[in-house]
């Protein structure tokens, strides 16, 4: 089943998993100028009880394979965090794409809020390092969409050891940090 997973799933992100192809950031790469001033817009905005459900289907679907264990325990993260701010957030949407109708890059956003959005993340900070301009198209989203008054937020997951490291990255990049264990 890993060999047949691989192949199914590749590279995809968890939308494109749950919803099928979009064009990826990778596509617009080229195209999009490195000083674009994006306009945003939502090209798909999954309810919260289908991300989730997604996310259960996702974690089936690796099974109890070792290998395995750090996707599993992102996926079930991101269902936590998903649960534990929807009361926080008013969440509307959860895994949602955004693309830039100036130059075609996108951006996924695991929770979406009536005012605010947000990230979940289950890895270490080290496998996270290069993830600046992820975090500046959240923040520009946050900025264009939703109340500019208020900062993205970011769920990190606690049971990682370096967490402290991670949440030191995303208050720099000018998130609302919570660590949850």
């Known amino acids: 089943m890993d060999e047949e997973f691989k192949k199914e799933m590749g590279n995809k992100s968890s939308l494109e998993k749950i919803h099928g192809t979009c064009p990826s ?3 617009n790469a080229d195209l999009a100028p490195k ?3 994006h306009d945003w817009e939502a ?3 999954p309810s919260v009880a289908e991300a989730t459900e997604a996310n259960k289907k996702l ?3 690796l099974g109890n394979k070792a290998s395995r264990s750090g996707q599993k325990r992102g996926y079930a993260f991101e ?3 998903i649960e534990d701010n929807l009361p926080k957030m008013n969440l509307v949407s959860a895994g949602a794409e955004y693309k830039c109708k100036k130059c075609g890059q996108d951006q996924e956003v695991d929770v979406v809020g009536d005012r605010q959005i947000g990230e979940a993340k289950s890895t270490n900070a080290n ?3 290069n993830k600046g301009k992820q975090r500046k198209r959240l923040r520009d989203i946050q900025s264009k969409l939703f109340d500019p008054s208020l900062p993205p937020r970011a769920k990190i997951d606690g049971q990682n050891e ?3 490291e991670l949440k030191k990255r995303y208050e720099n990049s000018g998130f609302e940090v919570e ?3």
């Open 179 to 181: 660590v949850v264990n």
């Open 59 to 61: 974690i089936d679907k």
């Open 35 to 37: 000083d674009c001033d």
């Open 127 to 129: 496998q996270y390092k």
């Open 43 to 45: 090209i798909s905005q």
């Open 25 to 27: 950031s990778e596509d």
């Open 162 to 164: 370096d967490h402290q």
């Open 79 to 81: 269902n936590r965090a």
